[in-house]
């Protein structure tokens, strides 16, 4: 059932169909291909493009969360989408929420008439706090500064929208690039070595996914700190429960994604316990740009340089695995100077910033 946005604009349910390519998943289809449209559009950059097999596995719901998903359409034409997830975590207040419209219908009333419907499933739910990630384009504009004092964005057609609807912007991250050269790599083979003269009581394990059995808890340990042990601002944050089914679930949803992902972690030798953690990946095709997703030192291992080691570990690994690939982006929180001055001392540079803003539902 459709629902009238504006004079011109619907908002439809979608419906998760069971594969990319099944007979009744064209509307996917379409919603995946005007994602990445707009995705291009507002970073200029392509390496977030995900094909619908890709895709398919981030909207469906699961365990931990409920995802809905809604396309907007104009006279049948897909223009939009909107999807708002809802964590599962005991006590969680928090929704998190995206509004993604082609810029050419901008300015048409069209995401203003959406926010109502994404308050009704916070408060469906029982949720007070609607959480938004959103990344810029370059601009001239006025800068805001982040609720922390550190980083800003430009005051532009998105930051004014999202003001307007009741969002403050708490956080801001920086999107770094480091380009793969010999000489990057052979900057990253010196603080490799120095971070392991300082690090005498860890060494580097790695491994390409899924977990070995043996790692398994040690690594959901490590997951469900970053939700707790990573700068959040004053944004609300859930305290995630992972467990090794939870690891392995999300391991199939990466192997469905047709995604290769390497693990680095620092083991405390006199221990055996996993202090620190950096994933790199990409896929399927490993000659596109590589991702570093999450990172985590352990807050009770800190002071070792375990960031250095794990981060310059991996980026030297990395190229067996990816030897075509020939950049790594990775994104982290103005606030985090530990992990920005290791990306700085690396080679990597800012090429972007992403808001995250908060809504709290009166």
Not at 19 to 30: K, L, N, P, S, T
Not at 143 to 157: C, K, N, Q, W, Y
Not at 164 to 180: A, C, K, N, P, T
Not at 316 to 343: G, K
Request: aromatic share 6%.
């Amino acid at each position: 059932m459709s629902i009238r946005l504006t004079a011109e604009a619907t908002l439809h349910p979608l419906e998760i169909p069971s594969r990319a390519d099944a007979a009744d998943a064209g509307a996917f289809r379409e919603l995946a291909r005007v994602r990445n449209q707009v995705c291009r559009e507002l970073t200029g950059r392509t390496e977030q493009d995900l094909e619908p097999e890709a895709l398919l596995p981030l909207l469906r719901s699961r365990k931990e969360r409920t995802t809905v998903v809604w396309a907007v359409r104009i006279d049948g034409e897909t223009v939009g989408r909107t999807v708002v997830d809802i964590p599962h975590e005991e006590g969680s207040r928090v929704v998190i929420a995206s509004i993604e419209i082609l810029p050419r219908v901008w300015g048409r009333g069209i995401g203003t008439a959406v926010l109502p419907h994404i308050d009704a499933v916070a408060r469906a739910h029982g949720r007070t706090v609607i959480q938004n990630w959103t990344e810029q384009q370059a601009s001239d504009a006025p800068r805001i500064e982040a609720a922390t004092g550190l980083g800003s964005v430009p005051d532009d057609h998105v930051a004014r929208f999202l003001r307007r609807s009741g969002f403050r912007l708490e956080q801001v991250y920086r999107i770094s690039r480091l380009d793969l050269t010999e000489e990057t790599l052979s900057a990253a083979a010196v603080l490799l070595d120095e971070a392991r003269a300082f690090a005498q009581d860890y060494r580097v394990v790695q491994w390409v996914l899924p977990t070995p059995p043996e790692r398994l808890d040690g690594y959901a340990w490590m997951k469900s700190r970053m939700s707790t042990d990573a700068p959040s601002a004053d944004l609300e944050s859930d305290e995630e429960s992972w467990d090794a089914d939870r690891v392995t679930a999300a391991e199939a949803r990466i192997a469905e994604m047709g995604q290769t992902i390497m693990v680095t972690a620092a083991e405390h030798i006199a221990t055996g316990e996993l202090a620190g953690f950096t994933e790199i990946g990409g896929g399927p095709d490993l000659s596109g740009t590589t991702m570093q997703h999450d990172t985590l030192v352990l807050s009770d291992h800190r002071g070792h340089r375990l960031g250095r080691l794990i981060k310059c570990a991996a980026i030297l690994a990395w190229p067996d695995v990816a030897p075509e690939s020939r950049d790594v982006i990775t994104y982290n929180a103005e606030e985090n100077r530990p992990m920005l001055s290791i990306n700085e001392a690396m080679g990597f540079v800012p090429i972007s910033y992403e808001g995250a803003w908060q809504k709290e539902l009166t």
